[in-house]
């Protein structure tokens, strides 16, 4: 049985290009958005801001889509291994209770402070605050529609999907962190009245909390990282 499955793998990989074709779709719903859509929807749209906000919507779909792309192709070229290498993983990857209580712990803190610093700063940020918490609180809920579908299929791609999301967190906080530093510098040239003052303060609060954010998403993925470590035995002196 064994012989045979290791056989259709040796068939089937030299076959087809999946194993380009999967990184190259990722990699281009990455930088599509980036290089060519302000200039399409610029071409169509004249609202500046209406643009933006497609450019954000659009840009945050590709990529999902090519993270949908990839982790099918995963799961088609990994699956007929899976029967062998399943028990190894549901071992190597049972978390433990201080690595479940730290999961738990930043999900929540993932989902909480976003919302409540987006209530507080909106009266005086308005879209800006959107514009900046809003796809990481999209992403959230993506990566666990994905997550759960990929358990309900037993897919061999399902530890990637935590992997690919907490680094691309990593960049919506980036992009995020650049957006409100240049509206920053925009506040403090204009006239310091008490409107302009309190836009700059939430502004502050703003990049404070996408720090705060950032330091959450590599604590989660170093944290996740962790379970595939597996523990070793120890040998007696």
């Keep these: 049985m ?3 499955v290791i056989k259709s793998n040796v068939q089937r990989n030299p076959n087809s290009l999946l194993w ?6 990722l990699v281009a719903s990455f930088i599509f958005p980036s290089l060519y859509l302000r200039k399409i929807l610029s071409a169509v749209f004249e609202d500046s801001l209406l643009t933006d906000f497609l450019i954000l919507f659009f840009t945050e779909a590709l990529f999902y889509c090519g993270v949908a792309v990839f982790l099918l192709l995963i799961d088609h070229l990994r699956r007929p291994v899976e029967p062998l290498s399943a028990v190894n993983d549901d071992r190597t990857l049972v978390p433990q209770l201080g690595q479940r209580i730290s999961s738990v712990a930043a999900l929540v803190l993932s989902l909480i402070v976003p919302m409540v610093t ?3 700063v909106w009266p005086w940020t308005g879209p800006a605050a959107s514009a900046t918490l809003a796809p990481y609180l999209v992403g959230i809920v993506v990566q ?3 997550e759960q579908y990929a358990r309900y299929r037993k ?3 399902w530890p990637v999907i ?8 990593l960049h919506q906080l980036n992009r995020a962190a650049q957006l409100v530093t240049a509206l920053s510098f925009t506040v403090r040239g204009a006239e310091m009245t008490s409107h302009n003052l309190e836009i700059s303060s939430s502004l502050g609060t703003l990049l404070n909390v996408l720090q705060f954010l950032g330091v959450i998403c590599i604590w989660s993925l170093s944290s996740f990282l962790m379970k595939f470590f597996p ?3 120890r040998t007696g002196e």
């Design 2 to 4: 064994v012989d045979e």
């Design 20 to 25: 380009f074709i999967g990184p190259a779709a």
């Design 118 to 120: 987006m209530g507080l």
């Design 144 to 146: 666990f529609a994905f």
């Design 155 to 157: 897919s061999p791609s």
């Design 162 to 169: 935590p992997i690919i999301f907490q680094v691309y967190r």
């Design 231 to 233: 523990p070793t035995a």
